[in-house]
C-alpha cells in the first residue's frame, strides 16, 4: 500500500473574501478522491472569522479568569463569547466552543494573523468544507474530501496534533466492527478516528510557523463519501462522556 501527502505551493496570506477552492485548483492538478486537507488559520482569515483587539471590553469574570491564567484578559473575553461551556478555567481554558468542539481557548489563535486581531474558528467549520469542496467539484470537476484542521494540544500527552474540525466529503470515523480480525473474531468496539489521523499527517507538513503551507492534499488514500457528512459524528454525546463526567464533578467538589 503507498498514499502521497503534497503542500499546495505559492499561496498567498490569506484575506477576507478570498476563494480558498480557486486558490487551489489554480496551483494544483487535483484527482478524484483527493483529501483537501486545509488549515482553519486560512479558512477563518477568509472568512474574516476574527476580532480586533481594540474593540473588546473584558467582564468582571473575564478579568478575574485572566488573573487566575496569567492570561490576556481580552483573549479570555473571547473565548467566552466564542464557548458555550468551560470545561476547566485553571490552569488552562478549556471550552466547547460553539460547534461543539472541546479545545484550549476555543483555538482562538494569535499567531500567523495579524496583531490587531484575535483569529477565532471558522463559524461554522463543515459548512466552509462543504463550501470548499463543492466550488472544487465545480472549478476543476472532481469530487473531493475536505478536512479543515486545527492543531490541537492532547489529554494525558505532551506535544500538539492536527486534528479535524470541519469536514466535507469523509466520514470522520470509520467504523470497524462486525470486521473479523486474524483469528476470525469479530471486532465489537473499534471506531477509527480517520479523519483526525489524516489532518494529523498533513500537519506534518503544514507546520505551525512560517512555512506558508496551509493546505496538503493526501492522494491515494480513497476516503470519498458523497453522504451529508459532519465532524460532529466524532463529538461524544454528553451522557457518555467520562471525562467530561469528571471534570464536572471537579468544578462541583
Ligand atoms: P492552524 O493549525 O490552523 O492554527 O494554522 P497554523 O497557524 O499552525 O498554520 C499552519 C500553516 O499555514 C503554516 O505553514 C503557516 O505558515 C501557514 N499559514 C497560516 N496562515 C497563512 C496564510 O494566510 N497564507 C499562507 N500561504 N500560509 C499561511
Ligand atoms: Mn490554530
Ligand atoms: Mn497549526
Given at each position: 500500500?503507498?498514499?502521497?501527502?503534497?503542500?499546495?505551493?505559492?499561496?498567498?496570506?490569506?484575506?477576507?473574501?478570498?476563494?480558498?477552492?480557486?486558490?487551489?485548483?489554480?496551483?494544483?492538478?487535483?484527482?478524484?478522491?483527493?483529501?483537501?486537507?486545509?488549515?482553519?488559520?486560512?479558512?477563518?482569515?477568509?472568512?474574516?472569522?476574527?476580532?480586533?483587539?481594540?474593540?473588546?471590553?473584558?467582564?468582571?469574570?473575564?478579568?478575574?479568569?485572566?488573573?487566575?491564567?496569567?492570561?490576556?484578559?481580552?483573549?479570555?473575553?473571547?473565548?467566552?463569547?466564542?464557548?458555550?461551556?468551560?470545561?476547566?478555567?485553571?490552569?488552562?481554558?478549556?471550552?466547547?466552543?460553539?460547534?461543539?468542539?472541546?479545545?484550549?481557548?476555543?483555538?482562538?489563535?494569535?499567531?500567523?494573523?495579524?496583531?490587531?486581531?484575535?483569529?477565532?474558528?471558522?463559524?461554522?467549520?463543515d459548512?466552509?468544507a462543504k463550501?470548499?469542496g463543492?466550488?472544487?467539484?465545480?472549478?476543476?470537476?472532481?469530487d473531493?474530501s475536505v478536512?479543515?484542521?486545527?492543531?490541537?494540544?492532547?489529554?494525558?500527552?505532551?506535544?500538539?496534533?492536527?486534528?479535524?474540525?470541519?469536514v466535507y466529503g469523509v466520514h470522520p470515523i470509520k467504523n470497524?466492527?462486525?470486521?473479523?480480525?486474524?483469528?476470525?473474531?469479530?471486532?465489537?468496539?473499534?471506531?477509527?478516528?480517520?479523519a483526525?489521523?489524516?489532518?494529523?499527517?498533513?500537519?506534518?507538513?503544514?507546520?505551525?510557523?512560517?512555512?506558508?503551507?496551509?493546505?496538503?492534499?493526501?492522494?491515494?488514500?480513497?476516503l470519498y463519501s458523497s453522504d451529508d457528512v459532519s465532524v460532529k459524528e466524532?463529538?461524544?454525546?454528553?451522557?457518555?462522556?467520562?471525562?467530561?463526567?469528571?471534570?464536572?464533578?471537579?468544578?462541583?467538589?
Amino acid at each position: 500500500m503507498k498514499m502521497e501527502l503534497f503542500t499546495v505551493d505559492d499561496l498567498p496570506l490569506i484575506k477576507e473574501g478570498d476563494n480558498i477552492a480557486a486558490m487551489i485548483c489554480e496551483r494544483t492538478q487535483l484527482e478524484s478522491h483527493d483529501v483537501v486537507v486545509i488549515a482553519s488559520t486560512i479558512v477563518a482569515k477568509s472568512e474574516a472569522a476574527m476580532v480586533l483587539k481594540d474593540t473588546i471590553t473584558p467582564s468582571e469574570r473575564a478579568v478575574a479568569m485572566a488573573k487566575k491564567c496569567g492570561t490576556d484578559p481580552a483573549l479570555v473575553q473571547v473565548v467566552l463569547d466564542n464557548s458555550v461551556e468551560q470545561l476547566v478555567e485553571f490552569p488552562v481554558l478549556l471550552v466547547e466552543n460553539l460547534n461543539g468542539h472541546v479545545s484550549i481557548n476555543a483555538g482562538i489563535d494569535d499567531s500567523n494573523v495579524d496583531d490587531k486581531y484575535f483569529l477565532e474558528m471558522p463559524h461554522d467549520p463543515d459548512g466552509s468544507a462543504k463550501a470548499i469542496g463543492m466550488h472544487v467539484a465545480e472549478l476543476c470537476g472532481k469530487d473531493v474530501s475536505v478536512i479543515i484542521t486545527d492543531t490541537n494540544g492532547r489529554s494525558f500527552k505532551i506535544g500538539q496534533t492536527g486534528v479535524a474540525v470541519g469536514v466535507y466529503g469523509v466520514h470522520p470515523i470509520k467504523n470497524w466492527r462486525g470486521e473479523k480480525d486474524l483469528f476470525g473474531k469479530v471486532l465489537e468496539i473499534t471506531e477509527e478516528a480517520v479523519a483526525d489521523e489524516v489532518a494529523s499527517a498533513a500537519n506534518l507538513l503544514m507546520g505551525e510557523a512560517a512555512g506558508g503551507t496551509p493546505v496538503v492534499i493526501v492522494r491515494g488514500f480513497d476516503l470519498y463519501s458523497s453522504d451529508d457528512v459532519s465532524v460532529k459524528e466524532m463529538y461524544r454525546r454528553e451522557g457518555e462522556d467520562i471525562i467530561r463526567k469528571g471534570l464536572k464533578c471537579l468544578r462541583h467538589s
